[in-house]
Structure formats: structure tokens, C-alpha cells
């Protein structure tokens, strides 16, 4: 009897094989997207493009695919619908109702009256259900006061795959096209004729962009095309910063501000760092990106007046307020290394703005007019490209450089019978782990810089060595009053480390196989060790170990040893490189699981009474 029940479900497991194996690949799949821009001869330029999407899950119509959204400046930009379509499986073609089309006021604009212009499109799309398939296109024309050059940084791959791409440039004859490819093999099909030059691109088979962890910031793996019509990065930059904002014209309010911090704060450093945290901290971001906004910039006064402006608006802003203190600072634009191309003048590449300021003896520090840090912006940007806006300046740019973020701990300790924890401890930190700004204002902020290795309370006194942009070095003296835990009768010290360095990243669960780069945080030199004296009665679980790894990512160096009544313990690993390439990555994750494997992180200890 107990069997009777087995063929029944043989059979419906039988049944829905078929539709296991049907299963689609993905949410959603573009039979074909366009994406297309014409330079006119008057200057003004047209965007139009165009998809087929086909919907394959509830997820793709319920979250993903259900609207399609534009952002454009009605003032001076022309927005047309050419077509919004839902075709059903059963071929049924339903067109988007007139209530499907709202304008609203974007996201990034809520709260930001100088940009309450700007609009957003919503599409709503009808009939959809999974097999139906969308078909969109529009056309977005710009006047040529708002850009005065046609540009696109375009990354090609969206969330679901594109079976066909094609990306087209129409430019007037006589102008040249600047253009970069990334990830791309095929070069484009370049046809002059009718007074104009067209370039094409037909891409077939494009992935989905992976949701990978550690993603490179940069998105270095995904296909790209930039390209600009400017003849030139020094030409584009001259006529950006050509308007009177980066003149740095300012207001007796302006002046009154940074004469009182001037007052107060007394060094340059500090002014810079107070006046910081007032455009930083007291005027409102309006995230409102460069494209949306067109080329113009507003006056730092009116900035402050309102109380709110973009990145580039506060930048500045926070420059003229340095120049008012008598701190000589511009506003500089910062670009990826990888994109950046002086024979094209492309703004759309830019990734942040700062501002350099002059403190002390020539000592150039940068600032970010976003938010405060414990240390020079500068310290996180190596190898970024940085561009002076200020006007009537020559062109300028120059490689970021920084030294190598470096922690190390020394520690000569002892345990007692107690299990309680005592000794000295040297701290030496550079780079970006270096936080000379937070110190520079507050130095019994020190007593703080050795969370996570040794908890604050457990710091006795401590003195200050060395106290510079370069390098901080402390003495501490460190009483460990509530012993170490214990568990069943074992004791477990974790080898002690900041919390700043690579634990930071919480890089302790990585997938075995990766599709896109790899990027850390930062690259570091993190380095601890210690000479740990133990009481007789105290006897070491964990087995000695020493492991030397070396690879063109850096090198890991691991060592515990008992030596007598001694334990010895070093551990050091150097990362040179950010970025991880996938051929690379099964090496780099070994390395990296190597260096958190808890054998090599924690000391089980066994007390004999």
C-alpha cells in the first residue's frame, strides 16, 4: 500500500520537467535597442532611442520594466514620444494610453528651487504580461545654448541581456568625432555622405551587467563608448569655466563669513577645515547630475543664498569662502584614469569635484565640498587625473599621487594569571588610514585609533610621537581589565587589529568564480606584531604556523610561534593593485581567504589550575 502513492508522482514530476526546462534565462532580454545622436549644423543636438523588450518574469513587469523614465530641461530641450507599444503573446498591440504619460519633478531635484525646471517623463507601460514584449522610442532634441558640444559616456550593458545594439554618431561634415571604445573588438562603420558622417556600431549578444560584490567603481569590465565633438579636453575646459562663476566673484556676506572663521580659527588648516564643514554640513546637496543641469553654473553667492546647490555649485562656493579667508583655492574636476582623454573634451567623464587649497608653507591639500574628512581627499584618489577649473587659467592637469596606506602595530605584552592582558603598544599609520584632519583639530582623539585591535577602555595612557599629514605615530600603555573570553574552559585571543584595515572590507565570503573585475577598497600595507609573555600554568592549543604567499597582488607573510614561555605572532599582508581581472581572481580569493582563515587569526589558550 505504502507504494501506491509513488507512480502519481513520478508522473507530475514528469509533467513539470518541461517547464523547469523552460525556465527563462533571465527577467527580461532587448531584441533590439538603438541608440542614436545627430550633431546639426547650428549647433543643436538630437538623442533618440529606441528598444524592443520582450518581458519574460512577474518580477520584469512588476519591478523592473514597468516604466521607462527621462529627465530633460523643457527650457531647452524638445521632448517627443514616437512610439509606446505593448504587443501581448497573443499578438494583440496595445497602445499606451494618454495617462501613461506624467511629467514629474525628478527625485534629485525635490528641495532644490534653482532646478525646479527640470522634469522627469514617466511612461507607464500597459498589458503586460510575461511574454509580451515593449516597444519604445523617443527623441530628445537640446538646444545649442545648453551644451555647446554633443557628448555621451555610455555604458552599453543594461540589467538584462541585448541580443542587438546599435549605436550610432551622425556629425557635420568637417567636424571630427573623438571618440573611445572599451570592452569593444568591433570598430565602427564610418560612411560620409550628405554633407555629414556617420559612425555605427552593431553589437550582437551583449550580457547582462553582473551584480557582483567588490564591483569595480569605474565599471572597468562593461562595455563603453565616449566620445565628444569638442576638439579638445583644453577647450572644453576653457569654455566651462569661461562663465563667471569660476571667477570666484563673491558677496559681503561671503567676505563676513570667512573673516569670523578666520577670527576664530586662527591657522589655515583649521579655517579650511571649519569652512569645509559649513558648505559640507549647512548647505543642501542637490544631486542634480552635470548632464541634467546644461553647462551653466551659479554664482557662489547665489549658492549660499539659497542654501543648497550641486556638486560643482559647492565646490565653488567652498573655494570662494577659502579665497575670502585669504587661502588661495580653486575648484578642481576629478576623472578615472581609464577614461580620461585629452584629445576629447568630455565633461560627462568626470566623476567628482574638489577643492585644492593652499595651506601653510605651499602645501596643497584637496577638500571635498560634500562632506568632511579625517584626511586629505586626495589620499583616496591615486592615479585619478585632476583638471583646475578656474577661468582665464591656462590648462592644467596633473596625476594624483599618494603614498601607500600603511597601519602597524608592535606590541610587547604579557598575560597573567587572570588572563588579563597588559603592555605597550607602538601605533603607526600613513596615507588615507592616517587621519591627520580629525587629529589636527581634536590630537586626544589618539586614545580612538586602536579600535578594533584594543577597545578604548583598555587604553591606560598613550603619547603622542609624531603628528603629521605624513604619519602618525603613538605610545600606548594597555591594560586589558576584563581578561579574555572563555569558553568551556578555553580561553580565545583574537590577534589584535584595527578595524580601518582589511577587515574593514568584510571580504570573508567571496563566490568561487567571478564574470566582471574585482576591485578593493584601497591598496594597503597592513602589518602586526607582537611578543606575548605567558603565565606557567597557561598552555597554547594552537599549532604553530608560518606562511609566506607572494603573488603579483601583494604578499601575505603569517607567523605563531611559542618560543618558551613566548608567544610570537606576526602578521602582514601587502596589496599593491585595487583592481582583480577575472583570470586572476581564483589566486586572489585563495590569498584572501588564506589571510581570514581563523586559525591564523585567533590563539586558543588552556589554563591549568
Known amino acids: 500500500m505504502k507504494y501506491q502513492n509513488i507512480i502519481p508522482i513520478i508522473v507530475t514530476l514528469a509533467l513539470a520537467l518541461p517547464a523547469l526546462a523552460q525556465e527563462p534565462a533571465s527577467d527580461a532580454v532587448y531584441h533590439q535597442q538603438t541608440r542614436e545622436y545627430t550633431l546639426n549644423h547650428d549647433g543643436s543636438w538630437t538623442y533618440h532611442y529606441s528598444h524592443s523588450l520582450k518581458i519574460n518574469t512577474y518580477l520584469a513587469f512588476h519591478n523592473l520594466y514597468g516604466e521607462d523614465f527621462i529627465v530633460y530641461n523643457p527650457n531647452a530641450q524638445k521632448l517627443k514620444i514616437n512610439k509606446s507599444v505593448t504587443t501581448t503573446p497573443a499578438g494583440k498591440v496595445v497602445p499606451s494610453p494618454d495617462n501613461a504619460f506624467n511629467e514629474l519633478l525628478p527625485g534629485s531635484c525635490a528641495g532644490a528651487p534653482a532646478y525646479n525646471d527640470l522634469r522627469e517623463m514617466v511612461v507607464t507601460h500597459t498589458a503586460l504580461e510575461r511574454g509580451a514584449v515593449i516597444d519604445f522610442d523617443y527623441t530628445l532634441a537640446t538646444q545649442p545654448s545648453y551644451w555647446p558640444w554633443m557628448a555621451a559616456n555610455d555604458v552599453l550593458c543594461t540589467n538584462s541581456p541585448i541580443e542587438k545594439l546599435t549605436y550610432i ?202 562632506q568632511t574628512d579625517s584626511y586629505d581627499a586626495g589620499l583616496a584618489l591615486p592615479g585619478k587625473k585632476m583638471v583646475t577649473l578656474l577661468n582665464g587659467n591656462k590648462f592644467r592637469s596633473e596625476k594624483i599621487s599618494s603614498p601607500l596606506p600603511a597601519i602597524s602595530l608592535t606590541g610587547n605584552l604579557s598575560l597573567d594569571d587572570s588572563m588579563k592582558l597588559t603592555g605597550n603598544v607602538d601605533l603607526q599609520l600613513t596615507g588615507k588610514l592616517n587621519p591627520y584632519f580629525t587629529l589636527s583639530a581634536d590630537s586626544s582623539r589618539v586614545k580612538k585609533l586602536l579600535n578594533g585591535a584594543f577597545g578604548e577602555k583598555t587604553v591606560a595612557k598613550y603619547t603622542a610621537g609624531e603628528l603629521t599629514a605624513k604619519k602618525t605615530g603613538v605610545q600606548y600603555t594597555i591594560e586589558n581589565k576584563d581578561g579574555l573570553k572563555e569558553v568551556s574552559g578555553l580561553y580565545f585571543l583574537r590577534i589584535p587589529v584595527l578595524a580601518s584595515g582589511v577587515d574593514s572590507w568584510h571580504m570573508t565570503e567571496l563566490v568561487s568564480q567571478r564574470v566582471e573585475p574585482l576591485e578593493i577598497p584601497f591598496r594597503i600595507r597592513e602589518s602586526c606584531q607582537y611578543a606575548i609573555a605567558l603565565p606557567a600554568n597557561v598552555k597554547v592549543l594552537t599549532k604553530d604556523a608560518d606562511v609566506n604567499l607572494k603573488n603579483d597582488m601583494g604578499s601575505i607573510r603569517i607567523m605563531i610561534k611559542q618560543n618558551g614561555r613566548n608567544l610570537e605572532i606576526t602578521r602582514e599582508i601587502a596589496l599593491n593593485q585595487t583592481i582583480v581581472n577575472p583570470s586572476r581572481y581564483g589566486s586572489f580569493r585563495d590569498f584572501i581567504n588564506t589571510w581570514n582563515n581563523r586559525k591564523y587569526a585567533e590563539i586558543v589558550l588552556e589554563k591549568n589550575n
Open 169 to 370: 554618431v551622425h556629425v557635420p561634415a568637417g567636424i571630427t568625432l573623438n571618440y573611445s571604445q572599451y570592452n569593444i573588438t568591433q570598430q565602427p562603420t564610418v560612411i560620409k555622405s550628405a554633407g555629414k558622417t556617420t559612425y555605427t556600431w552593431v553589437l550582437t549578444d551583449i550580457p547582462a551587467a553582473m551584480r557582483e560584490d567588490f564591483r569595480s567603481r569605474e565599471q572597468l569590465g562593461r562595455p563603453r563608448i565616449v566620445f565628444s565633438t569638442a576638439k579638445s579636453l583644453s577647450e572644453t575646459i576653457s569654455g566651462f569655466t569661461s562663465q563667471l562663476a569660476f571667477t570666484l566673484s563673491t558677496s559681503d556676506e561671503l567676505k563676513t563669513v570667512a573673516a569670523k572663521v578666520r577670527d576664530e580659527k586662527k591657522e589655515d588648516l583649521a579655517v579650511a577645515l571649519r569652512l569645509q564643514d559649513i558648505v559640507a554640513n549647512e548647505i543642501n546637496y542637490y544631486p542634480v547630475p552635470l548632464a541634467n543641469t546644461g553647462k551653466d553654473v551659479r554664482l557662489a553667492m547665489e549658492t549660499w543664498q539659497e542654501n543648497g546647490g550641486t556638486e560643482i555649485e559647492k565646490a565653488v562656493l567652498l573655494a570662494t569662502l577659502l579665497k575670502n579667508a585669504g587661502i588661495t583655492a580653486e575648484p578642481v574636476a576629478i576623472f578615472p584614469e581609464s577614461y580620461y582623454d585629452e584629445k576629447s573634451g568630455n565633461l560627462f567623464c568626470i566623476e567628482k569635484y574638489l577643492v585644492s587649497a593652499a595651506i601653510g608653507k605651499n602645501e596643497n591639500i584637496l577638500l571635498s565640498p560634500l
